[in-house]
């Protein structure tokens, strides 16, 4: 279970890596005026996002459910701290698939937001992973 537990922590890193990196580099997609770096933040984004951010997300979801099915559910399942951190998991994948809505509005060419939204939505996984961590560590409830 502990091998579990640390890949799922380094695919959780990943994620959120990526998380941090796709909404900056839409901050500077919708900043920029010429064609050759609107092109180059398109590549940038759908590698990110296809290569990086998915997998990531698919490998740190299979494991959190397997930790969930042999393990944690049994021990915590009376304690709410793991039903809110559940609850901020599901907001974290609805703001991972909004991001992939973002990058298919960008490769179309219709973005209609300004960089100051996307430095705003930029900020969204943070106060998420705040809350996690410590529901995580401390376990309030």
Request: charge should be positive; aromatic fraction near 20%.
């Amino acid at each position: 279970m502990l091998w579990i537990k640390a890949f799922h922590i380094i695919s959780v890193i990943t994620w959120f890596a990526a998380l941090f990196y796709l909404p900056r580099l839409f901050v500077y997609h919708a900043m920029s005026d010429d064609k050759v770096s609107v092109e180059r933040f398109k590549v940038m984004e759908r590698k990110l996002y296809r290569g990086i951010m998915t997998p990531s997300f698919v490998i740190a979801t299979i494991l959190g459910v397997w930790m969930l099915q042999d393990y944690a559910w049994q021990a915590y399942a009376g304690q709410y701290w793991l039903h809110a951190k559940l609850v901020l998991v599901g907001i974290l994948i609805a703001y991972h698939f909004y991001c992939g809505h973002l990058l298919s509005v960008f490769k179309a060419d219709q973005n209609t937001r300004s960089h100051v939204f996307y430095r705003w939505f930029n900020e969204f996984p943070v106060l998420i992973l705040v809350a996690i961590i410590v529901l995580v560590v401390v376990r309030p409830f």
